[in-house]
């Protein structure tokens, strides 16, 4: 049989499934699949619409096909749902131990990053407003955002009712 490099699972190949966590620790699958991308679209899907649902947190876990024991899950990443610190949606999702996070909902996007020259700098910003800040911290990052809607709200009744602060 000739290998088109889509062929079937082999012994050492590696799977990912994502699970749906929700407040009771009950589990649902959402995918399992062999291309990170692919994994990533069911994710970015998911969290997009998790608002209005009771999942809490997503983890993702690696597989080696053919393991026996413990050894063939290892968990690759956890992700946690939490109250945006800009819209105040709880859209907001934090990746592991605070190591990056974003607000998916789609009039805010508000981001954490780590910066990727500097490891000491953790980067945020706010799309909508168009403002980006660095920091420190995780947690400083998640302050200046809240600051970054404050300061809109601010300008928005100076302004009066040109911008509905609603909106963002
Ligand atoms: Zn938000």
Known sequence: MEDTGHGMVARGDRVL??????REAREEVLAMMIE???LEM????????????DIIEIRIDSWT??????EAREIERTLRRDACPVCTRTSFW??????????????????IEPNS?????????????????ACSSF??????????RAEAEANAVETTDIVDVSEF
């Not at 096909?65 to 413990?70: A, K, R």
């Not at 934090?94 to 981001?111: F, P, Q, S, T, Y």
């Not at 020259?117 to 800040?133: L, M, N, Y």
């Open 139 to 148: 947690g400083e990052a998640k302050r200046v955002l809240t600051q970054m």
């Open 65 to 70: 096909v053919g393991t026996i024991g413990p």
């Open 36 to 38: 990170d991308e692919d």
């Open 17 to 22: 499934t994502a699970i749906a966590i929700d």
């Open 42 to 53: 069911v994710i970015r899907g998911f969290m997009a619409d998790a608002e209005s649902t």
């Open 94 to 111: 934090i990746e592991d131990d605070e190591v990056r996070a974003g607000c998916h909902d789609r009039l805010c996007k508000a981001w």
């Open 117 to 133: 020259v500097d490891e000491d700098r953790i980067d945020c910003g706010w799309p909508s407003a168009q403002r980006t800040r």
